[in-house]
């Protein structure tokens, strides 16, 4: 994803449902839009869409360095925590600010 996000807001949008979670970014000055689908396990709650800067993330995720990563989030405009679930310490966790998607309101 990180290729065709906008250089400027680095923003990519992640539609995060039942079993899968969908992401897309896009660049309008480029005219590139990029989107995918990945498998979720054990989700709990409701469909939800987080915007989060793609780079940033992608640090968070080399710095976890596991191959099931664990995310905590309450909202769309609420931090997001990701732990490592496989043997990496219980008392490490990244935390990972939202930014909020066009349109949004709360």
Same mark, same amino acid.
């Given at each position: =994803?990180?290729?065709? /996000? *906008?250089?400027? &807001? %680095?923003?990519?949008?992640? &539609?995060?449902? %039942?079993s899968s979670m969908d992401i897309e970014v896009e660049d309008p000055e480029k005219d590139i839009r990029w989107d995918s689908t990945m498998p979720v396990m054990d989700r709990v709650g409701e469909e939800i869409q987080?915007?989060? *800067? /793609?780079?940033?993330?992608?640090t968070v995720l080399k710095g976890i360095n596991e191959k099931e990563v664990k995310w905590e989030y309450n909202?769309? /405009?609420? =931090?997001?925590?990701?732990?490592?679930? *496989?043997?990496?310490?219980? *008392?490490?966790?990244?935390?990972?600010m939202p930014i909020r998607l066009k349109g949004e309101l709360s």
């Amino acid at each position: =994803a990180k290729p065709f /996000v *906008n250089r400027e &807001t %680095k923003q990519g949008a992640f &539609t995060i449902g %039942k079993s899968s979670m969908d992401i897309e970014v896009e660049d309008p000055e480029k005219d590139i839009r990029w989107d995918s689908t990945m498998p979720v396990m054990d989700r709990v709650g409701e469909e939800i869409q987080i915007g989060l *800067n /793609v780079h940033m993330l992608g640090t968070v995720l080399k710095g976890i360095n596991e191959k099931e990563v664990k995310w905590e989030y309450n909202s769309p /405009v609420s =931090a997001n925590i990701l732990t490592g679930i *496989n043997g990496q310490k219980p *008392n490490t966790l990244h935390l990972i600010m939202p930014i909020r998607l066009k349109g949004e309101l709360s």
